[in-house]
């Protein structure tokens, strides 16, 4: 089927700076995407969706962009605090989600 | 609210023995209900969902199985746990007609 995936494995920043975690998607049907913040032993939390009609949606330190063109998804985390440090999932939906592999998020104090 | 309630936490089991994980959903009717495996540092492996009471779809052929006797409890069961059943167990849910899912707390499963 299609899939979702992720360019960086790991990402490490400084306490403060922001972060950006990108995501790629080959399904061109898809028209809903969703980022989730998964802590270490814990269930995936949603962090925040997007609809194929739009290109940006911002929430509380959160924006995400969605580039329908390139297939291109991401997550911008702004002034990235030590809580953020988790693995971050996107997902695709074209009726139902298909996950990425998963980005390690390390925040250095 | 809605909530999700999944357990046991963490389960050690050895390898032969039957397995059951429960799941419920308080607060909301008629969701869809979903079972995922994650593999140690890996994604998210969707195993099962259902749509409604004894309405079951399997995503991947294996070892296990889910049952949906209520309308908001779901169960992951397999008769004869395998080395390979090892992994970190998610239920989740979200609204009839509506992808964003809800996940549980997890069960991690050791099968020795």
């Known amino acids: 089927g299609e899939s979702v995936g992720l360019h960086l494995p790991t990402l490490s920043v400084q306490e403060g700076d922001n972060s950006i975690i990108n995501c790629a998607y080959s399904n061109s049907a898809s028209d809903y995407f969703i980022w989730y913040k998964q802590e270490s032993g814990k269930g995936p939390q949603f962090i925040i969706d997007?609809?194929?009609?739009?290109d940006k949606r911002q929430g509380q330190r959160v924006t995400v962009l969605l580039n329908k063109t390139v297939k291109h998804l991401s997550l911008q985390i702004a002034a990235t605090q030590p809580g953020d440090s988790a693995v971050y999932f996107c997902?695709?939906?074209?009726?139902?989600?298909?996950f990425g592999g998963g980005t390690r998020l390390m925040v250095k104090p | 609210s809605q909530t999700i309630h999944q357990w046991p936490a963490t389960l050690v089991q050895p390898v032969g023995s039957p397995l059951s994980l429960e799941c419920t959903v308080e607060?909301?009717?008629?969701?869809?209900l979903y079972w995922y495996r994650q593999a140690a540092g890996r994604g998210l492996q969707l195993l099962f969902y259902?749509?409604?009471?004894?309405?079951i779809s399997s995503e991947v052929p294996q070892n296990l199985s889910a049952s949906r006797p209520q309308d908001r409890q779901f169960i992951l069961s397999s008769k004869k746990l395998l080395l390979s059943d090892s992994g970190f167990y998610l239920c989740?849910?979200?609204?009839?007609?509506?992808?964003?899912?809800?996940f549980g707390s997890g069960t991690q499963l050791s099968v020795l």
């Open positions: 997007i609809r194929s009609n739009m």
């Open positions: 989740a849910w979200s609204p009839q007609g509506r992808e964003k899912l809800f």
């Open positions: 259902s749509i409604g009471i004894d309405q």
């Open positions: 607060g909301t009717s008629n969701p869809n």
């Open positions: 997902a695709e939906s074209e009726g139902m989600l298909t």
